[in-house]
């Protein structure tokens, strides 16, 4: 009965609304796909991937929380132990959960120049994900809408039928235009974290007390751990700038498309 009780306690106090429905890093879908459902794939496939790891993470949670329920419970034989032991196993949980689900984490910003070699391969590798889905979703609505154009214009397509296709096209490319901005603004921001945990490496590097020592990590050759993060910051950089180029051509393409739909249709 008591494991009963802890376990019905446990969840209706569990933030499973909160596991469950965490807040997309690509933001709200504002496209409603109906006819181009092509279009929108990659930046579902991005949705996909991420909802992936959300789902694994609470699963943990939820699972960790459970046994720390029953072991508390049997532990103290009280119901106040099972929701400590739901407190603890479901941190734990929510841990491993992410753990196997995201191989890449988040670091602090002063952190080691190897952990910071190891983030920035992760957000290279994301940033040129994000960056290729939006190229391609951006490029197959241009597409699209250069086959409503020749449809319009041989009458297959009438005006109202038109604008109704482009709204879908105007709102893909928006959405895929929206989530590069703002997957490229963390990456400035993630940049600068790079860039101050390299300074602190390289003053630690010229102190007077490291100067005393041979030189910390140094190769052979006599490249620092600072060296090598920032030559891998510039391939970090070169990626950014991969990604602002597809932006501004999400923005040129948007523009083409409202002057040639304002000029067949006035």
């Known amino acids: 009965m008591l494991k009963k009780t802890a376990v019905l306690l446990l969840l209706s106090t569990l933030p499973l609304g909160g596991m469950w429905g965490c807040a997309s890093k690509y933001g709200t879908q504002t496209t409603d796909v109906v006819r181009f459902p092509q279009c929108y794939s990659p930046i579902q496939q991005l949705r996909d991937d991420e909802s992936r790891v959300h789902t694994s ?53 002063n952190a080691r120049m190897a952990a910071y070699l190891k983030d920035l391969d992760g957000d290279i590798s994301g940033l040129n994900a994000v960056t290729a889905s939006a190229r391609f979703s951006i490029q197959c609505y241009d597409r699209e809408f ?70 910390r990590g140094r190769a052979a ?18 990626t950014i700038k991969e990604g602002e180029r597809a932006r501004q051509e999400a923005q040129k393409t948007q523009m083409q498309h409202e002057e040639e739909l304002r000029i067949i249709t006035s």
């Open 57 to 109: 993470t609470a699963a943990g949670a939820v699972g960790g929380a459970l046994l720390g329920a029953v072991v508390g419970a049997l532990t103290t034989g009280k119901v106040s132990g099972a929701v400590v032991g739901a407190a603890a196993g479901g941190a734990l949980g929510a841990s491993a959960g992410y753990a196997s689900s995201k191989s890449q984490e988040e670091r602090e910003q």
């Open 146 to 215: 250069r086959n409503l154009i020749v449809n319009y214009k041989s009458g297959k397509l009438n005006k109202l039928e038109l604008q109704d296709a482009y709204s879908e096209i105007k709102s893909g490319i928006g959405e895929s235009e929206r989530i590069l901005g703002e997957t490229l603004q963390k990456a400035y921001d993630r940049d600068s974290q790079y860039q101050a945990a390299i300074n602190s490496e390289v003053r630690q590097e010229q102190s007077p007390a490291a100067s005393k020592k041979s030189p």
């Open 221 to 238: 050759g006599g490249a620092s751990p600072a060296d090598a993060v920032q030559a891998k910051q510039v391939a970090y950089r070169n």
